[in-house]
């Protein structure tokens, strides 16, 4: 299988390559970003062994859509995406926390909230809820921005604030901007038949002190989504619900015996198994664009990557 899990590109005018969970950043001249999307497979701020195929692909273009859907209410960092697994924008520099923002009681707060925790993040969690449960109004539980191979951690807004990792005039705009980006992911996810669950999103500084949109944006690697046909009666009979995102992976991996933890072992992903997961993430794409995916040829990414960005470059 042709997948791309790691690149070591030579641009003109790179600078510096930072290389995250999934996507790989090139640095040009101090002025560019060149972002690629990975195939590469993360669960619990674990990389998996083995790369899925035109899972970059997928990411970066569902990604891209979203910044276009979203621009009119936060300005973002994008300025062209010249290959199907790369976008380019502006240098930026990233705060060092994630906005994750929930509508419902699921995925990681579930867990906390099983084991009894009733904050989260310094947000109070309401008594009497199941996991799946829709909370009264979306709560942000923001996450510091981890180093790779380190686990992102829980923090409050209080403990950013008193740390200095944001200031408070810049982390009042975050707040505003990732309400209002969930407010739009809401009301495009429910167009397509889709509840938009929870999600993050990680902001940035352009040179001139504008703070924009960055990274992914809506993808199933970063958001939850169920499917809205049937929600309340599976709530009803506590049944699961029926999910479109990155989730699938991490049960398949829990039910193995693995969540990360010191000592464990990822368990053997299997040629089927890949493919498997392959087909799930073009079943998201499908879903939550409502549109079909068009397979990209990957009989060589790297050099249909590089040719397209120096391409780019020249112009």
């Known amino acids: 299988m042709n997948t791309i899990t790691a690149t070591n590109f030579s641009f003109p005018n790179q600078k510096s390559v930072y290389r995250g969970k999934v996507r790989e ?23 998996m062994p083995k790369g899925i195929p035109y899972k970059g692909q997928i990411l970066n273009q569902i990604a891209t859509r979203f910044m276009q859907l979203t621009q009119d209410i936060v300005p973002n960092w ?63 539980t923001p996450t510091t921005k981890a180093d790779f191979g380190v686990h992102d951690e829980d923090i409050s807004r209080v403990e950013i604030l008193n740390k200095g ?36 999103y990680e902001f940035g500084k352009t040179k001139d ?13 970063s958001s939850r989504y169920f499917y809205a046909d049937g929600y309340e009666l599976r709530q009803q009979n506590d049944e699961p619900q029926k999910q479109l995102s990155k989730e699938f992976v991490r049960q398949w991996l829990i039910s193995n015996g693995f969540q990360g933890k010191e000592g ?11 493919n498997g997961v ?34 780019y470059l020249n112009k």
């Open 25 to 47: 950043v090139y640095n040009i001249n101090d002025e560019l970003l060149i972002m690629i999307a990975t195939d590469r497979l993360s669960a619990f701020d674990v990389v």
């Open 78 to 140: 994008l300025i062209a995406t010249p290959d199907p697994n790369v976008a380019i924008g502006h240098l930026c520099e990233p705060f060092k926390v994630e906005m994750v923002i929930r509508g419902y009681l699921s995925g990681h707060a579930a867990r906390e909230y099983k084991v009894g925790k009733r904050i989260l993040c310094g947000v109070t969690l309401p008594e009497g809820l199941k996991e799946n449960d829709k909370f009264p109004n979306p709560i942000i």
């Open 165 to 200: 990792i944001v200031s408070e005039e810049d982390y009042i705009v975050l707040e505003q901007y990732t309400r209002a980006l969930f407010q739009r992911g809401t009301e495009i996810a429910a167009s397509k038949g889709l509840i938009l669950v929870d999600t993050k």
């Open 209 to 221: 002190g504008k703070i924009v949109l960055i990274d992914e944006i809506h993808t199933p690697d």
């Open 264 to 274: 464990q072992q990822i368990p053997d992903m299997t040629e089927d198994y890949i």
């Open 278 to 311: 392959s087909e799930r993430y073009i079943e998201l794409f499908e879903n939550i664009l409502g549109e079909k995916f068009i397979k990209e040829d990957i009989s060589n990414i790297q050099k249909r990557i590089e040719q397209n960005v120096l391409e």
